[in-house]
């Protein structure tokens, strides 16, 4: 337990709650929270738009159909009528972009698929060339302050940008930030990259299949790099429906650097709620007690939660009641967060 001149601290003091990242560690009740990242970006279209499998039950044959003709009619509003067919081809082919976190690449990446999509392939594949540049300056620049003792160092903190793909993979990879297949999947890019943007007679012939081949490559490193799903070794396994960042992994820097500020540092009792804005926010307990919860405990009580204890705006609002019984901490007092 940690205290504070005789007062225990609890989530409930932090100006920013769950957010409040830099106070978390004096948190009395810490060793039961994990990072919980919340924010993310995809686009299953592509799914939606294939012909139904002939081995499909009739119902789910019908309602494929009708949610088939739904996106249709709203790639027709999006794009226009003239060439929907390309439109929709295009779409198939890119298949869907893989679930990522929230940040710097989102907007771009969004930016390269429409350009594929509307049929204007030599600008999709230089965007998703340079949003491969992009990222991984990202990483070296944001990170290496993280890696002072690395002998990379001297080379880089002077340096605002690079442009060497195989170098900066390689103090990636020597870093241990980038997920297994992400590096080989940077060097590919980086090939399409070389061979497209400077002079070469055959890209004419070609920008269809590059473009495609390019934007599936970024899909597949930010999938790896920056998804939920993907065996990432910082989260937590065996938690459906939901990513929590392991303890060991809370000081890692990429971790820290892109996850933690995109996460709610929350009990396994904790709620979702949708603001009238549109985002999404966490409801929590103010303190679950002295108890100290490995990885794989933790994911024990978030898979065999209470529903009933599970905090809600209607939990809050019936009176704060206490959160007994054998899923949740001992000493609960009952208050909450939100």
């Known amino acids: 337990m940690i205290v504070a001149q005789g007062i225990r601290k609890t989530i409930a003091d932090l100006p920013r709650g769950v957010y409040d990242y830099d106070a978390h ?53 999006e794009y226009g009528s003239r060439h929907i067919e390309n439109v929709i081809q295009n779409v198939i082919d890119l298949g869907p972009k893989s679930m990522s976190l929230l940040a710097y690449h989102n907007q771009l990446h969004e930016q390269a698929r429409r ?23 990202h990483l070296v620049l944001d990170l290496r302050d993280s890696f002072k003792a690395s002998t990379h160092y001297r080379k880089l903190y002077r340096k605002d940008s690079f442009d ?42 070609s920008l269809r299949v590059d473009a495609l081949a390019a934007l599936q490559r970024l899909n597949t490193l930010l999938a790896r790099q920056f998804g939920y799903f993907g065996g990432q070794p910082w989260f937590i396994e065996n938690t459906p429906g939901a990513q929590f960042v392991k303890r060991a992994y809370e000081a890692n ?24 804005d549109g985002y999404w926010t966490h409801l929590d307990y103010a303190d679950y007690g ?8 933790f994911a024990k009580r978030y898979r065999e939660r209470d529903p009933a204890k599970v905090v809600s705006r209607e939990l809050i609002e019936k009176g704060r009641p206490k959160a007994e019984g054998p899923r949740a901490p ?4 009952g208050d909450f967060t939100d």
């Not at 820097?253 to 009238?276: C, D, H, N, Q």
Request: net charge negative.
């Open 164 to 205: 060497n793909w195989p170098f900066a993979v390689s103090v990636l990879t020597d870093w241990n930030v980038l997920v297994d297949g992400v590096g080989a999947e940077f060097l590919g890019l980086g090939e399409l990259r070389n061979r497209s943007i400077h002079f070469n007679p055959d890209t004419y012939q």
């Open 290 to 297: 002295d108890v100290e919860l490995s990885d794989d405990e």
């Open 115 to 137: 350009s594929f999509v509307i049929g204007a392939y030599y600008p999709a594949l230089v965007a998703a060339c340079a949003l491969g540049e992009r990222i991984l300056n």
């Open 25 to 77: 560690a004096s948190l009395a009740d810490r060793g039961a929270r994990r990072y919980h990242p919340y924010s993310f970006d995809f686009d299953s279209t592509p799914l939606d738009l294939n012909e139904p499998e002939a081995n499909w039950d009739e119902q789910v044959k019908q309602t494929h159909q009708e949610n088939r003709i739904q996106q249709m009619k709203r790639l027709e509003t």
């Open 330 to 333: 001992a000493d609960d007092d």
């Open 253 to 276: 820097a990429f971790v820290r650097t892109y996850i933690i500020p995109r996460s709610g540092f929350v009990g396994p009792l904790y709620g979702m709620e949708l603001s009238a």
